[in-house]
């Protein structure tokens, strides 16, 4: 049998900007709701009237748990929960801490705390662009101006949050029907680079036995997506430069100038403002591509997302309509605490492989699904990446406790060299060895590490 829901659909919120930046819970699972935390006094959630936080799920208590604060923080603590508070995916009886990113279910609703509550876009945006809607509301919002304005673009993210969505949502925006055209920077030899982008005409070089249009030629009228632009050589930025301040190319061979009308959308996962700063990247090519910015998070830092995410790719993958209340609520959990060091691609890849185990919504295979993410090669793209529980290979029982214990204390020298790199920063800690703070934390209570204080000012954590 389906759980209960409240909503076929999850469109994303206005958030009055009194609320935006205050801690709360983020509901969004099966609906999405923001609580922020007001006063000093407890927060009742359950399905009384009277509660701060009213739960829909008939199997909910009147009376289901209370979030106080307490000397160490804020903790929750289950009241006639007759179906259990799960925190992180564990069922919790007494007071409980929870942290920045906490993963909270009752029942069938999940939620997760925010020490920083998201800034939605005033003007709710559309989520055609398939990167979710929540936290990415505000980023489609600045990219569909940008596109109305008729701005030149730069997407900042870590590879597979979407970048390459975004520009073709920027595309069909700014000029519908025109081309598109996309090139990867790091993809082309220095050798070609101009007659890649720029063109060429027959008998310009040798081996050049017929003349090319080039990039920008090609997306005339249209949009020209430069991924891995971070990539580029130095000796061609004032050539690119050029061309986006003329609006015109000069093929190789010819001396005469083609005027052009594109728009550039450009993206890398490195910090050209670092490189500006250390001379890898020329500042004045840096401002003229970044006309609009916007920096996207990785997935990670943004469960909230994930149940849209994760309908539309089932929907794709198994060819019918899939809102995202109709998913299972312990599929939800179990995607939300996976740090998806591949983001939004690890996701997709994770989901269609196994579509299969997914079909049954309501009762979808999550033992197979729990084993293919433990397996999945996403997790070694960063080098430092945890062991998920689960993970160790199957062994002979004499053997397993000598290669847990291994393991563990390998995980221990990597947690502890991480988080005494960045003075005890936890936020800091966890996207260097490229997961989720709550994965973290729960890692530290279960190999038993007391992380080094942290510094009083942690701010970087609510962003």
């Not at 279910?105 to 999940?110: A, L």
Request: hydrophobic share 40%; with cysteine.
């Amino acid at each position: 049998m389906k759980q209960p829901t409240t909503t076929a659909a999850m469109p994303p919120l206005t958030l009055a900007p009194s609320t935006a930046n205050r801690p709360g819970l983020v509901r969004f699972f099966p609906c999405l709701s923001l609580h922020p935390l007001t006063g000093r006094g407890p927060m009742l959630m359950g399905r009384s009237a009277d509660a701060q936080v009213v739960l829909s799920d008939p199997r909910a208590s009147r009376e289901h748990a209370v979030l106080k604060r307490m000397a160490g923080g804020l903790v929750v603590k289950p009241l006639r929960a007759r179906h259990g508070v799960f925190v992180d995916g564990q069922k919790v009886e007494g007071d409980h801490p929870l942290v920045d990113g906490s993963v909270l279910r009752c029942g069938s609703e999940i939620f997760i705390f925010r020490e920083a509550l998201p800034e939605l876009a005033s003007q709710p945006a559309s989520d055609e662009a398939g990167v979710g809607s929540v936290w990415h509301a505000r980023s489609v919002a600045q990219v569909e101006d940008a596109a109305r304005r008729g701005f030149d673009l730069l997407l900042l993210g870590d590879t597979g949050t979407g970048k390459d969505v975004l520009a073709r949502h920027f595309a069909r925006t700014a000029r519908p029907g025109g081309p598109f055209v996309a090139l990867n920077l790091a993809a082309i030899s220095r050798q070609l680079f101009e007659s890649e982008l720029f063109g060429h005409a027959r008998g310009a070089f040798t081996g050049a036995h017929e003349g090319r249009m080039g990039a920008f030629r090609q997306a005339h009228d249209g949009v020209l997506f430069l991924d891995e632009v971070g990539a580029l050589a130095p000796e061609h930025h004032f050539k690119l430069h050029r061309v986006l301040e003329q609006h015109s190319v000069r093929p190789t061979g010819t001396d005469r100038d083609i005027p052009i009308d594109v728009l550039v959308v450009s993206a890398t996962e490195r910090r050209l403002d670092e490189l500006c700063r250390r001379g890898e990247f020329e500042t004045s090519l840096y401002q003229r591509l970044r006309r609009a910015e916007v920096r996207l998070r990785p997935l990670r830092e943004r469960a909230e997302d994930l149940p849209a995410l994760a309908a539309q790719v089932l929907a794709r993958a198994l060819g019918v309509d899939v809102s995202a209340a109709e998913l299972h609520p312990e599929f939800v959990e179990l995607l939300a605490l996976q740090g998806w060091p591949g983001n939004v691609r690890q996701l997709q890849n994770a989901l269609d492989s196994n579509a299969d185990a997914l079909a049954n919504l309501a009762h979808p295979d999550l033992a197979r699904l729990r084993e293919a993410l433990a397996k999945d090669p996403g997790r070694g793209d960063h080098p430092t990446s945890l062991l998920a529980e689960g993970d160790a290979p199957a062994m002979e029982a004499g053997d397993r406790d000598t290669l847990e214990e291994l393991l563990h204390a390998d995980e221990r020298r990597h947690l502890r060299s991480a988080l005494e790199a960045v003075q005890g920063n936890k936020t800091q800690a966890a996207r260097r060895l490229g997961i989720s703070r709550q994965h973290l934390h729960r890692r530290l209570r279960q190999l038993g590490l007391t992380a080094p204080k942290e510094p009083a000012d942690e701010g970087e954590s609510c962003t």
